[in-house]
């Protein structure tokens, strides 16, 4: 990829499932790769469970909010936030959402299914389910979408990751495996 990039993704899920600690994370990983980047978080009632949408923006631009049918991808740490967020995604665009099962409505097959709720208590950690959503996020971007990949890497995630919480081992051992576990888990 070259600086020249440009790459527009929402995040959407509800207070307490990580939606800003996601966003940091790719704003980190898109500094470190020499990228502008611009954040922009709705927080709502986020602590009592409302609805918190984040929007990072890759590359140059002049403001911080992604118009409609203009995002490259979705991160949905729900499936409603797909139906509820989805407008903002282009045609082309990606979409990884959290749900079980059937979830996920027609939309364009552009929208691939984890059950990252599932799969965070199998690896016993319950609150890691955003960072499996990235990781398979990542996943499907880099092996479906040639053209539209998400910036970052697998790599990149894990060396922001070591950055943000060297001093806790325990910590930085329980992220890498719910990443690389949302990273394995595209069929």
Same mark, same amino acid.
């Given at each position: !990829? #070259?600086?020249? $990039?440009? &790459? &527009?993704?929402?995040?959407?899920?509800?207070?307490? &499932?990580?939606?800003?600690?996601?966003? /940091?994370?790719?704003?980190?990983?898109?500094? !470190?790769?020499?990228?502008?980047?611009?954040?922009?978080?709705?927080?709502?009632?986020?602590?009592?469970? =409302? #609805?918190? $949408?984040?929007?990072?923006?890759? =590359? #140059?631009?002049?403001?911080?909010?992604? /118009?409609?049918?203009?995002?490259?991808?979705?991160?949905?740490?729900?499936?409603?936030?797909?139906?509820?967020?989805?407008?903002?995604?282009?045609?082309?665009?990606?979409?990884?959402?959290?749900?079980?099962?059937?979830?996920?409505?027609?939309?364009?097959?552009?929208?691939?299914?984890?059950?990252?709720?599932?799969?965070?208590?199998?690896?016993?950690?319950?609150?890691?389910?955003?960072?499996? $959503?990235?990781?398979?996020?990542?996943?499907?971007?880099?092996?479906?979408?040639?053209?539209?990949?998400?910036?970052?890497?697998?790599?990149?995630? /894990?060396?922001? $990751?070591?950055? /943000?919480?060297?001093?806790?081992?325990? !910590?930085?051992?329980?992220? !890498?495996?719910?990443?690389?576990?949302?990273? =394995?888990?595209?069929?």
């Amino acid at each position: !990829m #070259t600086k020249s $990039l440009k &790459q &527009q993704i929402v995040i959407s899920g509800v207070g307490g &499932q990580g939606v800003l600690f996601v966003t /940091r994370l790719l704003a980190e990983a898109a500094i !470190m790769k020499g990228f502008s980047v611009f954040t922009s978080e709705t927080h709502g009632m986020a602590q009592r469970g =409302g #609805t918190v $949408l984040s929007h990072v923006k890759v =590359g #140059t631009f002049s403001s911080p909010l992604i /118009r409609p049918l203009q995002a490259d991808g979705l991160l949905a740490l729900k499936a409603d936030s797909l139906i509820q967020h989805g407008f903002y995604l282009k045609p082309g665009a990606w979409a990884a959402v959290n749900c079980s099962g059937d979830c996920v409505p027609d939309f364009n097959g552009s929208a691939f299914a984890v059950d990252a709720d599932k799969l965070a208590q199998e690896i016993k950690s319950p609150k890691s389910v955003n960072l499996i $959503l990235l990781g398979f996020a990542i996943a499907v971007s880099s092996t479906r979408y040639e053209s539209n990949r998400l910036f970052c890497s697998l790599k990149d995630i /894990r060396t922001v $990751l070591k950055n /943000r919480i060297a001093a806790d081992k325990k !910590m930085i051992a329980a992220a !890498m495996k719910a990443v690389e576990t949302g990273y =394995g888990s595209l069929p």
